[in-house]
């Protein structure tokens, strides 16, 4: 069963910087289109950022994290990262990874990300 593990979350201010990762064990991780995800307090979880299986396709991000927001990935570590960029407390979040167009997976622990002064 794949095992999705998030880290990186934290406080930060308004105009802040993260950079989170997530690390995909039990699969072929090269073989996948993968996503971030976000779901705030009582909203549903939604797609913000996804790269394709090489990160060699245009990237997809969501309007509201666009030019702030960059998905990459290192196949060789089987990891995903998202650097967020000049956050907003609109961005307070629990983060999570999963394939892109079809998060089957069984989710992970996510990792919050607090966006506060």
């Known amino acids: 069963q794949v095992q999705l593990v998030e880290s990186g979350g934290g406080l930060v201010q308004p105009g802040g910087s993260l950079r989170l990762s997530c690390v995909a064990s039990?699969?072929?991780?090269?073989?996948?289109?993968m996503g971030w995800y976000r779901q705030a307090p009582g909203k549903q979880r939604e797609l913000v950022a996804g790269i394709s299986y090489n990160g060699k396709d245009i990237n997809y991000y969501d309007d509201s994290v666009k030019g702030r927001f960059a998905i990459s990935r290192d196949n060789s570590r089987n990891t995903v990262f998202l650097q967020m960029n000049n956050l907003k407390p609109e961005d307070t979040a629990v983060y999570y990874c999963n394939k892109r167009d079809n998060p089957e997976w069984t989710w992970g622990q996510g990792t919050q990300v607090t966006v506060s002064s």
């Open positions: 039990r699969i072929t991780f090269s073989l996948y289109h």
